[in-house]
T-cell receptor
């Protein structure tokens, strides 16, 4: 079946602009996660959704970052007033049941802030 | 979560079995062993997980020792596309859903 999809695959933006990154999880997966991965670095957790609610937003690095999920499916991560340090690969994952370590990742969105 | 130790790198010939070890001597009774891999420039890929019994799926087999202090991920017939960094993680799952990777093992499959 279809896996997790993310769009766009690449995004180049100027410092100070807003960007929206989209994630389509695997159909029926109730939990959704956003991570980011800087070049050569490990995963940095951003936010976790269970259905449309976000019980854990602790990883969002600043109030410029926000995310929402609608219909228990698609999620959008928004970064306002982008900074160069926001450049990274933003990864979305979903799990078949609740919160879990069995996470299925999308291909990521590579964000470059110039 | 318990700490894991993996070799930094390994090589394997194409078509042969790749056996990737992981030590987790401080694992607790309710902690699972999870394996992921990350191929260059791609998102991480879940492979398999287990508690104490050996597990097998279409990708790999997971062998956990009886004392659960170590495990081995087996790719039965490695292909060039299996070249990746492999991560062994130990967690009780549940509220510990924030996936973090250590350094992992870079497996290079050679033709």
């Amino acid at each position: 079946g279809a896996g997790v999809s993310q769009s766009p695959s690449n995004k180049v933006t100027e410092k100070g602009k807003d960007v929206e990154l989209r994630c389509d999880p695997i159909s029926g997966h109730t939990a959704l996660y956003w991570y980011r991965q800087s070049l050569g670095q490990g995963l940095e957790f951003l936010i976790y959704f269970q259905g449309n609610s976000a019980p854990d937003k602790s990883g969002l690095p600043s109030d410029r970052f926000s995310a929402e999920r609608t219909g228990g499916s698609v999620s959008t991560l928004t970064i306002q007033r982008t900074q160069q340090e926001d450049s990274a690969v933003y990864l979305c994952a979903s799990t078949p049941r609740g919160n879990s370590y069995e996470q299925y990742f999308g291909p990521g969105t590579r964000l470059t802030v110039t | 979560d318990a700490k894991t130790t993996q070799p930094t790198s390994m090589d394997c010939a194409e078509g042969r079995a790749a056996n990737l070890p992981c030590n987790h001597s401080t694992i607790s009774g309710n902690e699972y062993v999870y394996w992921y891999r990350q191929i260059h420039s791609q998102g991480p890929q879940y492979i398999i997980h287990g508690l104490k019994n050996n597990e097998t799926n279409e990708m790999a087999s997971l062998i956990i020792t009886e004392d659960r202090k170590s495990s081995t991920l087996i790719l039965p017939h490695a292909t060039l596309r299996d070249t990746a960094v492999y991560y062994c993680i130990v967690s009780s799952g549940g509220s510990n859903y924030k996936l973090t990777f250590g350094k992992g093992t870079l497996l290079t499959v050679n033709p």
